[in-house]
Each structure stands twice: as structure tokens, then as C-alpha cells.
């Protein structure tokens, strides 16, 4: 895959990132806010406090997920300025144009895909 085209669709993939972890961070701070009510969890009712848990707890997660994801890209970007992008950090063969095109973050190719990449 051609590096400017690589690089593209990295920072492309970053800004809508960011965008997505505000929404995310907005979410996260209104499930917390919603968490500590004037009442608290004991002048509610169970089911309303287990939403709001359940909901403080998706925010979390979706939070830790868009950071791992920004990690991942963040990677790529630095493997292109390294001049490693595009070779399998297992095995160092090429990674095919078809997986980068789909997945540009990606470290590994199709055969190491399941592989953990210690960075």
C-alpha cells in the first residue's frame, strides 16, 4: 500500500476517533453525574439504579475501547515513520494491500492476524 494513501486513511481514522471519544467522554461524565443524585442509590428504586450502573458501565468501556483503538493507529502512524508499515511484526512478510486497505492499523498479516504483537 502506497504510504501517503496509508497515512491518509490513519489521520482520517484518528479524527473520527476524536470525535467519537468526545461523545464517549460526554456520555461517560453524565452516567457519573447520574450515579451521584441528590438521592443516591439508596432513594431509588433497584432498576434505576442498575440502568444507571449498567449505563456508567458501557460508557467505560466504550471510553478504554477508543483508547486502545487510538493506541493501535498511533502504532501504524509510527511504524510509517519508522519504515516498518506494511511487514507482519511476527514474521516480517508483507502484509497484503487488500488487509491494510481494510484494516490499516493492522501489524500483522492474514496468517499472524490472532497473533499477540508485543510493541
Given at each position: 500500500m502506497d504510504l501517503d494513501r496509508a497515512r491518509t486513511l490513519l489521520t482520517t481514522e484518528l479524527a473520527e476517533l476524536a470525535e467519537r471519544e468526545r461523545?464517549?467522554?460526554?456520555?461517560?461524565?453524565?452516567?457519573?453525574?447520574?450515579?451521584?443524585?441528590?438521592?443516591?442509590?439508596l432513594g431509588q428504586h433497584p432498576a434505576d439504579y442498575g440502568s444507571e450502573v449498567n449505563s456508567t458501565m458501557e460508557?467505560?468501556?466504550s471510553v478504554g475501547t477508543i483508547a486502545e483503538q487510538r493506541r493501535r493507529l498511533i502504532d501504524?502512524?509510527?511504524r510509517i515513520d519508522a519504515g516498518t508499515y506494511g511487514r507482519c511484526a511476527v514474521c516480517d512478510h508483507q502484509i497484503d494491500d487488500e488487509r491494510l486497505e481494510a484494516r490499516p492499523e493492522a501489524a500483522t498479516c492474514r496468517a499472524h492476524a490472532d497473533s499477540p504483537v508485543v510493541t
Open positions: 461523545f464517549a467522554q460526554s456520555s461517560l461524565a453524565q452516567a457519573s453525574a447520574d450515579m451521584v443524585g441528590e438521592e443516591g442509590s460508557a467505560e468501556l501504524a502512524v509510527e
